[in-house]
Structures are given as C-alpha cells and as structure tokens.
C-alpha cells in the first residue's frame, strides 16, 4: 500500500514513522524547519514503547512531488481542513482513501465535500505527543492507539487492508462499528478539557481540586453531552458522567492541546471545539453558555497571540 501523511506534526511523525521503520512505502508531507529536519535526519522516535530513527524518509511540502497514493493520513489542524484538502490533490488517485485521525466532529464531512465523501474513513487518534524538536517526536506515555471505520459502520476491504499495514508497523489499531458515537465520547472529554484549560491556564489537577473549577468542567461536558445526543443518538445519557471519572484518573498536569497552542501564541482550534459546540446548540435549540464564555473570551487568540 503506497500512503502518504497529510500534516506531518507528531501523529503523523509517530504513526506514520512506525509505518516507515516497518518498510512501508509511506511519504510525509510537511514544511518548515520540520521538513529540513526531515530531509536531513529523516524522523527520529523517541518512546516508551521503543525508540526509533528513520534515517531515510520521503518528504516534501509539494503534494505533486509524491503523486496518487492508495491511502492518505489527513492529520492537519481542524482550521486548516479545507486548505489542505484542495492542497492535496495531487495525492488523490482513483482508489484513494483519506482517513483522518483529527480532533473534533465534523472533520470527515468536510474533507468529503472537497474529495468526495465515499473516499473518507473517520478515524481517532489516542497518543500523549508533541515534536520536541524539527523532525523528532517525543511520546510521553504508553498509549498509543487507532480506531477508525467507515462512517455507515459496515465492514470493508479498504479497513482491512489499512488494518494489516497497522499491524504489521507494530500500531495498536481497531476497526470499529461505531466510530461516529466513539468520535462523540472524545469530543465530549475533549472539548471540556481544552475549554477549562485554555480559559484558566492551569492543568486538570487544580482545576478539579477547586469546586468552583470543578463545576465549570462539569457544565462544559454536560453542555457537550446534550449537543451530542441531538447530534449522535449512541451517545450514552451519562457520558459527561463517564468523562468526569475519566479525567480525575488523569495526571495532575494533563493540558490540552488547545491550551499548549495558546500558551505558545500559536492558533487555536477554539472555533471547531467549544466553537463547535455553540454552533450545533444552536441547530438543535440547545444553550450553551459554558461553551459561549469560552468561545468569546478566546476569541481574540484564534490566529495567535493578538499584537499588543
């Protein structure tokens, strides 16, 4: 199977660097000092389950440069989504499959009305990761795990050829019947998490500790839950429940994703994860005043740090 990582920061470095060190034939497409590294060095690994260097890799930040692939990783940020799927054309063949692992709910409805719905499988990345340094990805635990499906749930040839590529790379992967509620358990922890993080700039542990902490990231998974059911039918009555157990097994430190980007003066996804939440609340008629806060007090950092 011929592939090709769209958005080549940490998962895709991790996964699909596992796909690489296992003689799959896989291309990353990146940019910057990263794609320097890249070209360089190749990708280096560094984990708990095993470090890894892949001196010789094939990466570009030109689509055209690698040509139609069999399957695609489309792992870039949620605001980004459209930009890259008209960057990738050149990637998409006939037979071509997109298979995104990002955050959020709605991303494989909108990379299928650029590609075409029928090529995209939903998929959900599960792995604590982050580029440490250009071309090398620093895991920081043991979790590291894929499940993805195709969005009507049915079993397919093209799931179970992607499956094989996985197993063979080592890649703890699952093919699941319900990937649109699982994407929907997630969105519901992470959501609140990049809510309550961002907006407070401290870590689960402190906000838990607190009760009036504790209460905000109550609201924000309730809120979620309610959005979700009107949106996902399988989605469990008690899943803000669930999703508060969860997370105060967490580590005291544990940050979003979201809230790292803030603190670095990067973009944030705020518009496709509390955003989101606002929007489809207000499809169904559901309010979501945790979310809005969020939504409005965040607002002026979604392009970055603001100029001073």
Known sequence: MKMAVMGAGALGCYFGGRIAAAGGDIAFIARGAHLEAMRRDGIR??????DSHIEKVTA????????????????????????????????IGPGTTVVTFQNGVEGAERIGAIVGAERVLDGIAYIPAHISAPGTVHHGGTLARLLFGETDGGPST????????????GIDAEIVS????????????????????????LPIGPILADPEGAKLFKAALDETVAVGRAECSGLA?????????????????????MAEDLNRGKRI????????????????????????????????????????
Do not use: N, Y
């Open 45 to 50: 690994i560094e984990s708990p389950l095993g």
């Open 60 to 91: 570009s930040d030109d689509p055209a440069e690698i040509g139609p692939v069999d399957c695609v990783f489309f792992l870039v940020k949620l605001f980004d989504i459209e930009a890259a799927a008209h960057q990738m054309a050149p990637l």
């Open 158 to 169: 093209r799931t179970d050829a992607l499956l094989d590529v996985m197993k063979a790379a």
């Open 178 to 201: 319900d990937i649109r509620v699982r994407k929907w358990q997630k969105f519901v922890m992470l959501s609140a998490l990049s809510a309550t993080t961002a907006l407070t700039r």
């Open 237 to 257: 009555a008690d899943a803000a429940d669930q999703a508060l157990e969860i997370a105060r097994g967490f580590a005291p430190g544990v940050r979003a994703s």
């Open 269 to 308: 996804e705020l518009l496709d994860l509390s955003g989101a939440v606002v929007r489809l609340g207000e499809k169904h008629g559901i309010d979501t005043p945790t979310h809005r806060v969020v939504l409005r007090a965040l607002h002026p950092f979604v392009a970055g740090s603001p100029a001073d």
